[in-house]
């Protein structure tokens, strides 16, 4: 019985040997020498360096689009009544407060804004508010205080009128001027 055990066990070992040894020769080794005499070693490397180098490009474009994208979004929604900025805004924030940081020269004005719900006095002063939040984080985000100039508008530019939630919504909001 162990006798007919080992038998089953070597012509098995053989015919593995003889499957492995028929595909030892793949495409990939014989496309791994070029015809300059560069060894599979230093081909392997070099395509290695080019698929490193052709994904670090990906990458870099694909981080160019979205600071572009972000760099784009120039206008913060509020809540009612309120003037922190949400928490959304904050990825967005933080490449304006990048691209100011690297262009020293670069400037902007936050214009702050409000719905027509409440007095005048108070809605220039929670745009005020509002504008001076969105300042503060570019701020401690690494752009300089001299770059940028708030003022509020309070209702008196609203970007939607008519007395709806949809119109309120559009009017409570900070926007980035470029000057």
Not at 32 to 57: F, H, K, M, N, V
Not at 117 to 145: C, D, K, P, S, W
Request: with cysteine; proline share 1%; aromatic share 6%.
């Amino acid at each position: 019985m162990k006798t007919n055990q080992i038998a089953k066990m070597a012509f098995l070992l053989i015919t593995l040997f003889t499957i492995a040894a028929c595909s030892s020769t793949s495409e990939e080794a014989v496309s791994t020498e070029t015809a300059g005499g560069e060894s599979g070693i230093d081909a392997t490397t070099r395509r290695t360096q080019e698929l490193a180098a052709e994904a670090a490009a990906r990458a870099a474009a694909a981080e160019e689009r979205v600071r572009s994208a972000a760099l784009g979004t120039t206008v913060f929604y509020f809540d009612f009544d309120v003037s922190e900025f949400r928490a959304a805004d904050r990825d967005v924030l933080n490449f304006h407060a990048r691209d100011l940081a690297a262009n020293s020269n670069k400037s902007i004005r936050l214009e702050g804004h409000a719905d027509e719900r409440g007095t005048r006095e108070y809605n220039i002063a929670l745009g005020e508010r509002r504008a001076e939040a969105i300042q503060n984080y570019l701020i401690v985000n690494g752009a300089a205080r001299r770059q940028i100039e708030t003022v509020s508008y309070g209702e008196e530019q609203p970007a939607e009128q008519g007395s709806s939630e949809r119109a309120y919504q559009a009017n409570r909001r900070v926007q980035i001027v470029t000057e």
